[in-house]
């Protein structure tokens, strides 16, 4: 990365000398850092308000400068003393994902299951539990919220490390932000879900039902 960046820092020096003699090179260098800094967020709104019993609302922030990702991920009125998983989900080919909405209840239960969400929302992809770049999705190190159903999570992940592991999983699909959805999951486990509510592998349906989603944007 550095040595990119030097690179390319030296291919503007070479362009303005050739311009405007050599001033303005200086300040063409001082700029590149700020430049250098993706940002990317998600507006994250409720879903299954009819388990939840009230709307799960947020924001998420990827803020990606040089080999760091910073993800800061603020949740409202999630169900209160509990973990809450959280991922991006996407697809392994090119497609864009969306946040599922009623529109994907296939089975009519009144309920969007984590399955539910696939056809359009693709698959759960990279974990923002406490060390996302292990990719480990069944942790117990996510966020908890608290009483008021408030939490703050943030995480400084490796985009090295990230996208090694991500290659792994996923093969030539890249990270690619703005592509995917961030869904926050969970609620209580005495909850009274009908049979028909699905899960993945043998993890229980309380924990992996999609409690709010957000479709991830590239803002600078
Ligand atoms: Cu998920």
Redesign the pocket.
Known sequence: MKIHYLSVAAALAVVSIGCNGTQSSEEETKTQPEQSKTIYEAKIDALNTSVTGGATTGTARFAVEGETMTVTIDIKNAPAGIEH???F?GFTNDNEAACATMAEDKNGDGIID?VETEPVSGT?MVPFNELPAKMEVGSDTYPKAAEDGSYHYEAKVSVKDLDEAFAKAFGNAGINLDKRVL?I?GVPADTKLPESVASIADIPAHITLPIACGKINKIQ
Do not use: E, I, K, L
Request: hydrophobic letters at 25%; charged letters at 0%.
């Open positions: 998983w959280q991922h989900h984590v759960t869904y999951h």
